[in-house]
C-alpha cells in the first residue's frame, strides 16, 4: 500500500508510511525573485533611478533615454542594470565630497549609454 500523504500548515510534505511506522518530513522553500520595475535602473540589484523612453539600439550598442532621473548615487566604476542590460553611462552624478544626501532627485534629458554586457 502506497503511504499517505499529507500537507502540514507551514508547507512541509508529511509522508508517513503505512507499514513501517516511521514518518518522513520534508520541507520546501519557495525563492521570489525580486521584483524590478521595467523602467528601473539598478546597480548591484538596487534601485538608483528610473528612466522614460528607453531606445535600445543594438547595431551600436547603444541605449539612450529621453529622460533619465537618478534617486541615488551610483557607483561610477560599477555597470547600470536595466532590464537585463549591463550599461556604461558617462553621464551620471557625482557627489561632492564632504556631503550628505538625505533625498536626491537628479533628471538627465537625452542620456545615451554604452550596452557593456547582460546580466
Do not use: W
Not at 547595431?59 to 550599461?87: C, D, H, Q, W
Not at 557625482?94 to 533628471?107: A, H, Q, R, W
Amino acid at each position: 500500500m502506497a503511504p499517505d500523504r499529507t500537507i502540514d500548515n507551514r508547507g512541509g510534505i508529511y509522508n508517513e508510511g503505512s507499514n513501517s511506522g516511521t514518518q518522513t518530513v520534508s520541507n520546501t522553500t519557495n525563492v521570489h525573485p525580486t521584483v524590478r520595475e521595467p523602467d528601473g535602473l539598478y546597480q548591484q540589484g538596487n534601485k538608483v533611478g528610473h528612466v522614460q523612453d528607453p531606445f535600445i539600439d543594438s547595431g551600436t550598442m547603444r541605449v539612450v533615454f529621453k529622460v533619465l532621473v537618478f534617486t541615488a548615487y551610483p557607483k561610477p566604476n560599477e555597470p547600470l542594470e536595466f532590464r537585463e542590460l549591463l550599461l556604461q553611462c558617462d553621464a551620471i552624478p557625482k557627489p561632492e565630497p564632504d556631503t550628505v544626501v538625505g533625498n536626491l532627485s537628479i533628471m538627465n534629458v537625452r542620456i545615451a549609454c554604452r550596452i557593456v554586457g547582460r546580466r
